[in-house]
């Protein structure tokens, strides 16, 4: 199946610059998609190209199977892009201001205005003038503005920068309901834990050239298999000892425990269980830190078990794509 964006072998040259260095990812269908660098990288001119706004120096982008070079006006219609720092007109309602970008899009605006204010859950406010909305409801609004003409394929450069905490829950719910109507959503973003809670697979960019690409969890096993494989003690350098010098550390995760009765019956069993580092006690879980695998939890969960404490819930704490950043990427601006 032709995925929902496919990206080969990109390069994009402002000036003497090559800001765009050979970039190649695919998007899957029906993927929140995270696309994460730093300020710099190369996100926004990346999402220009898909966009049609942009042509690249070399390389080639398709939309659902489509060029965006030879065919921009039919990839116009599948894409819904909201770019990063958008103008919005102010002196109108929120319904106003679709239904004017409805008729642009020449979709039916009553039905479609109404569906998409249902959606985006700006119903309630739909009679109030734009220059009197929150952020975070501007957010929103430019959002609904892209679902107008119904695209297959949602293209947005950081969609929650500048929200609270509150609108970036809201902002994402939005996008696993958009997800469930079976839209695609490349999203980009700087904020990791914000993708990691939604994204199903990401690519990082740095300096313009691709680190990695791929589901989250196969490209975190990946690195741990290349973490497993790395040397025990690193080769002594200038007379240095081994010890002194890098040696590659196991990794460390946390998962949230809810058990049955007393947490501080779990943390006493858990201080023995395999590879527990490390036990806390907040707000009426038990966190265990634990060194090596993700395997390891079943042996956790197993002893606990075997210690007669009833298990409720085992989460793993997700900052695996935190981690994954930070060994992928080298911290280079440029
Ligand atoms: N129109 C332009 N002319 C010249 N250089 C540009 C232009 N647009 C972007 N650049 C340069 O290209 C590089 C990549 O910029 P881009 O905006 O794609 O990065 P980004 O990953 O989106 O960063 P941010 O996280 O800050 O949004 C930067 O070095 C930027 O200065
Ligand atoms: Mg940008």
Redesign the pocket.
């Known amino acids: 199946m032709t995925p929902a964006i496919r990206v080969r072998h990109l390069w994009h040259r402002?000036?003497a610059?090559d800001?765009l260095r050979d970039v190649t990812f695919d998007v899957g269908r029906g993927e929140i998609f995270g696309f994460i660098?730093?300020?710099?990288?190369?996100?926004?001119?990346?999402?220009?190209v898909m966009a049609t706004l942009l042509e690249p120096t070399a390389g080639r982008v398709e939309i659902d199977g489509v060029d965006v070079m030879r065919d921009p006006e039919s990839v116009r219609r599948s894409i819904g892009y909201m770019p990063?720092h958008a103008g919005i007109y102010e002196r109108v309602t929120v319904r106003e201001y679709l239904e004017f970008f409805a008729e642009a899009y020449r979709v039916p605006p009553a039905s479609v205005v109404d569906a998409v204010l249902e959606l985006t859950d700006l119903g309630r406010i739909s009679d109030k003038v734009v220059v009197t909305m929150s952020k975070g409801q501007k957010q929103r609004l430019q959002l609904a503005r892209v679902l107008l003409h119904d695209p297959k394929v949602l293209i947005l450069?950081?969609p929650a920068s500048d929200l609270d905490p509150r609108a970036r829950i809201e902002m994402r719910n939005l996008l696993l309901d958009l997800r469930g109507l079976g839209k695609t959503i490349l999203l980009?973003s700087?904020i990791l834990t914000e993708l990691s809670d939604v994204c199903t697979s990401v690519a990082i960019?740095e300096r313009?050239q691709l680190v990695v690409a791929g589901p989250i969890a196969e490209i975190a096993s990946r690195f741990e298999a290349r973490r497993a494989g790395a040397p025990q003690g690193a080769p002594e350098i200038g007379g240095a000892s081994a010890a002194a010098v890098a040696v590659p550390q196991a990794p460390r995760r946390r998962v949230k425990l809810r058990v049955v009765g007393a947490p501080e019956a779990a943390s006493a069993a858990l201080s023995t269980a395999p590879g527990v580092v490390e036990v806390e006690l907040a707000g009426g879980y038990v966190y265990a830190t634990y060194e090596g695998p993700e395997s390891v939890v079943a042996h956790i969960v197993a002893h606990l078990v075997h210690a007669g404490v009833g298990i409720l819930g085992v989460e793993q704490e997700r900052n695996e794509l935190e981690r994954i950043f930070l060994e992928a990427t080298r911290g280079e601006m440029?």
Do not use: M
């Open positions: 402002f000036g610059f800001v660098g730093p300020n710099g990288a190369g996100k926004t001119t990346t999402i220009r990063d450069d950081e980009s700087h960019l313009g440029q």
